[in-house]
């Protein structure tokens, strides 16, 4: 019987008899329980699946990317990149798509649009030229000259005039007449709107101020007419003065003082007298005119591209165009030179022996040889030409 006392049960148990009973039930031992054949089997298989998950760390990558949650994350994304890719896709669209002919213009709605420039018209897709310039129409009516860039989707639409009108709104409108290069017509007329800047103030009249009286005995020979620059030449004998006025009208006067003689009315440029003192060269309309004294003659003298300054070079002409200086040919005319073709180019003046001339670039002065066709800078930025010495 086993030793083993039990203070509570004890205390419970009072009675000598049921003390007996309860020490045979506490010394009995029940039977072990059979053993389940399934058990080992489980256990091995459960121990293994524990040793391979040991010895790989963590579940490889694959398994992981195809697991529900990976599928899950992968169908997510893909799903924001074909909405990305639909918004990036609409938004470089230009208006009217493939199927529909769109036209607009940078100054379309603007107010104040600079007077110096075409209307630009642009269109989505390749325009026929003839349909689309027959297509346009310009409020107020203007004539125009069209030109396009060399894929035919932007036009050009300049006034002949050079300048559009100032302070004024204008409506340019494409007809459904206008059709593309592969025949598709407007589906209805598109109108640009816009205003232009106004005019500029017009600069002020100086008032005449009376000649001041002098120590030198200066005296006046002729008003110039609001000339801001003398452009003028001695006769060969110093006897008088050829001079051009504000007003671009050629005329002679005395050193003497009296009555001056008008030689051209208007439009004249750039006086220059022979050497020999018979003949007067200048530029007028575009052309150079050149009056034969003893004769009361003028020739003109046609010169491709603008003469801009004329010259002379012993009694040969010379002068200057944009591109160059030129002088008299059998054929007609010849470059001495060419001029700079960058920067901003004005010729000052040709030399009395017609070798060399004077022009400035970019606020440089340079004199130009015209036998070499070299340049060489004279003076520092912003230098000032004063004039030639007699002989050149």
């Known amino acids: 019987m086993n030793s083993y006392h039990d203070p509570e049960l004890e205390d419970i148990l009072q009675d000598d008899e049921l003390r007996r009973v309860a020490a ?4 009995v031992r029940s039977p072990e329980p059979p053993l389940d054949d399934a058990f080992r089997t489980s256990l091995r298989r459960q121990l293994m699946q524990q040793a391979w998950a040991m010895s790989e760390g963590r579940n490889s990558w694959w398994r992981r990317a195809f697991a529900p949650p990976g599928l899950a994350w992968a169908g997510a994304a893909a799903g924001l990149v074909l909405i990305a890719s639909v918004v990036v896709w609409g938004a470089l669209q230009q208006p009217g798509g493939f199927q529909q002919v769109f036209v607009q213009s940078a100054i379309d709605g603007k107010s104040s649009v600079a007077l110096q420039q075409p209307i630009l018209v642009s269109f989505n897709q390749p325009m026929d030229h003839q349909t689309t310039q027959a297509a346009v129409q310009i409020t107020p009516a203007t004539n125009v000259t069209f030109a396009w860039d060399q894929n035919s989707r932007t036009l050009a639409v300049q006034p002949a005039s050079g300048n559009l009108a100032p302070n004024t709104q204008y409506q340019v409108t494409i007809g459904p007449g206008a059709k593309t290069q592969a025949g598709q017509k407007l589906a209805a007329p598109q109108t640009i709107t816009f205003v232009t800047q106004p005019p500029a103030s017009p600069a002020p009249v100086p008032s005449p101020r009376p000649s001041p009286s002098n120590a030198l005995g200066e005296k006046q020979l ?15 004998d110093s006897s008088s003065i050829y001079f051009v006025d504000g007003k671009g009208q050629l005329a002679v006067a005395p050193a003497k003082g009296g009555a001056i003689t008008v030689i051209a009315p208007d439009g004249a440029s750039s006086p220059a007298i022979s050497p020999a003192g018979d003949r007067l060269a200048y530029i007028r309309g575009g052309k150079i005119e050149v009056l034969t004294f003893a004769a009361g003659k003028t020739d003109e003298i046609k010169a491709t591209p603008a003469a801009t300054l004329v010259g002379w070079a012993k009694d040969k002409l010379v002068w200057a165009a944009a591109d160059g200086i030129y002088t008299e040919a059998p054929n007609g005319q010849s470059q001495l030179a060419p001029l700079p073709s960058s920067g901003e180019v004005t010729v000052l003046s040709i030399a009395p022996d017609g070798v060399h001339a004077i022009y400035r670039q970019d606020q440089k002065l340079f004199v130009l040889d015209l036998s070499t066709a070299k340049s060489t800078q004279l003076g520092q930025a912003k230098a000032a030409f004063a004039g030639w010495s007699p002989g050149g």
């Open 24 to 27: 045979v039930l506490s010394s």
């Open 222 to 236: 002729a008003s110039l007419n609001g000339a801001t620059t003398l452009s003028a030449q001695w006769s060969a």
